[in-house]
T-cell receptor
């Protein structure tokens, strides 16, 4: 069974530039999460979806960050105007609510904003 | 406010030794607790979950939960160099969202 895949694996930007991250969850998983993991810290939830619906985006900096999952499968997280404080690894995870609640993580995208 | 406090921040144990990691949490409504492990360059991977008070053993790993004391721990017996990684405790207050601690960096020296 294929795991969660993410692309790109690395991104380096200047402040003010835009960037998009793409996630392909495990097939059949109805719930998809985006986390931000600053260096030497634990992951922090940004947003999560059940199928195509946003369930909680309260931690998403809405003025610059956006996330979509239009068909309830793949998802894209976008930063419109990146800041140095956005430097972190962005992790995607998926789960199936009818099973054990375990979240399966992708390898992440490491973002550096100069 | 940090909802999950992990200790120690870093830990070095010899190969074959016992590693002990600790977490305290502040949400008395927490129902479900997890230990995740993250090797360098990878995403976190679940080690085990625990939701009942007491001990749960899976191979060399034993988790302990005490909800009254708001405390969860992980003990790794016969530590191997491949166990060197970041370890996170996490809890789920509502079976949806995971709240992670800040992590413990474990180094197992051959």
């Amino acid at each position: 069974e294929a795991g969660v895949t993410q692309s790109p694996r690395y991104a380096v930007l200047q402040e003010g530039q835009a960037v998009s991250f793409w996630c392909d969850p495990i097939s059949g998983h109805d719930t998809l999460y985006w986390y931000q993991q600053p260096r030497d810290q634990g992951p922090q939830l940004l947003v999560y979806f059940r199928d195509e619906a946003v369930i909680d985006n309260s931690q998403l900096p809405s003025d610059r960050f956006s996330a979509v999952r239009p068909k309830g499968t793949n998802s894209t997280l976008k930063i419109q105007s990146a800041k140095q404080g956005d430097t972190a690894t962005y992790l995607c995870a998926s789960s199936f609510r009818q099973s054990s609640y375990e979240q399966y993580f992708g390898p992440g995208t490491r973002l550096t904003v100069l | 406010q940090q909802k999950v406090q992990q200790s120690p921040e870093s830990l070095i144990v010899p190969e074959g030794g016992m590693a002990s990691l600790n977490c305290t949490f502040s949400d008395r409504n927490s129902q479900y607790f997890w230990w995740y492990r993250q090797h360098s360059g990878e995403g976190p991977k679940a080690l085990m979950s625990i939701f009942s008070n007491g001990d749960k053993k899976e191979g060399r790993f034993t988790a302990h939960l005490n909800k009254a004391s708001l405390y969860v721990s992980l003990h790794i017996k016969d530590s191997q160099p491949s166990d060197s990684a970041l370890y996170f405790c996490a809890y789920m207050p509502n079976y949806n969202v995971l709240y992670f601690g800040s992590g413990t960096k474990l180094t197992v020296e051959p």
